[in-house]
């Protein structure tokens, strides 16, 4: 088994560096970029070509099995069996119905629904705002952020918020997971805001910008909805910022728990619409 991995791993870097140059900046578009990579590696090294055809086959087949194509044995071979399985996926998917794990859309395809499929949301902590230190100058909160007009980047994370009123500051710790580029990653956040106003209803703070200074955030703790929420204002589009929305951003702490249910309940619906199953066992599990 080892000696299997170490290969899928070998042949997995191989085509990392192979198909690099596919990421140039150009004028050629994406797909004509990898057809011309192909077709490179085919002519020049020969070897290299049956290697890659290798890890693409596999590929398919790894997604085609767990998704009930029916593919038995997985063995890194394009027979009949995994063509016809191929277009059966490909007219699923909306997409050229080639039967060729090669194919540019094909590969992009299965790539995402790989994702998909590997995709388990993390369980995230409830929401807490205790307010009965708020005489005496201090509070903490804890929860999953969400937004009310837009969708989170990194809906998984979970925050937490200490105000003092003697420092004049809330203190404010994000936990993201990150899945991009590969294997999930823990993202630390630290933020300090300075405090503009705390009086018996409410604790304000100024507004703190990124250090890319594009956009800037501004805190809000209501004692008596025990309510966090937050607004990010975009305050500069030139160099690094012009990629940054110019609408607010609406935020609320949250319960991580609901966070936590609506992305497994998303997920669900995402891997049914994929599986290669009956309109009849589809419908049961979708109704679950």
Do not use: H
């Not at 990579?37 to 085609?64: C, R, S, V």
């Not at 395809?109 to 708020?134: E, G, H, K, N």
């Amino acid at each position: 088994m080892k000696t299997i991995l170490y290969c899928i791993v070998s042949i997995f870097s191989f085509t990392s560096i192979s198909l690099s140059f596919a990421a140039e900046a150009d004028n050629k578009s994406d797909k004509a970029k990898y057809q011309e990579g192909i077709e490179q590696i085919k002519k020049e090294n020969p070897t290299d070509y049956e290697k890659l055809k290798l890890l693409y086959n596999f590929q398919a087949e790894l997604l085609l099995t767990s998704l009930g194509y029916g593919i038995d044995p997985i063995d890194g071979i394009l027979d009949d069996k995994l063509k016809n399985a191929l277009k059966i996926y490909e007219k699923k998917r909306n997409i050229p119905v080639t039967g060729d794990p090669l194919s540019y859309e094909t590969m992009n395809q299965i790539d995402a629904d790989r994702t998909t499929m590997d995709f388990d949301p993390v369980l995230l902590p409830s929401l807490s705002v205790y307010t009965d230190t708020w005489d005496k100058g201090y509070l903490i909160a804890k929860g999953t952020w969400v937004l009310s007009n837009d969708q989170m980047l990194w809906p998984e994370q979970t925050t937490q918020i200490e105000c003092n009123r003697d420092k004049n500051s809330c203190t404010e710790v994000t936990a993201s997971i990150s899945r991009f580029g590969g294997s999930p990653s823990l993202v630390l956040e630290l933020n300090s805001y300075e405090i503009e106003r705390w009086d018996n209803y409410e604790i304000v703070t100024k507004p703190v910008e990124t250090a890319l200074g594009c956009v800037r955030y501004i805190r809000r703790i209501n004692r008596l909805q025990k309510s966090v929420t937050g607004i990010r204002s975009t305050i500069s589009k030139e160099s690094f910022c012009s990629e940054v929305e110019s609408k607010e951003l609406y935020m609320t702490l949250n319960n991580g728990i609901d966070v936590y249910i609506d992305l497994s309940q998303k997920q669900d619906k995402k891997e049914n619409e994929l599986l290669n199953v009956s309109p009849e066992l589809l419908k049961t599990l979708q109704s679950q």
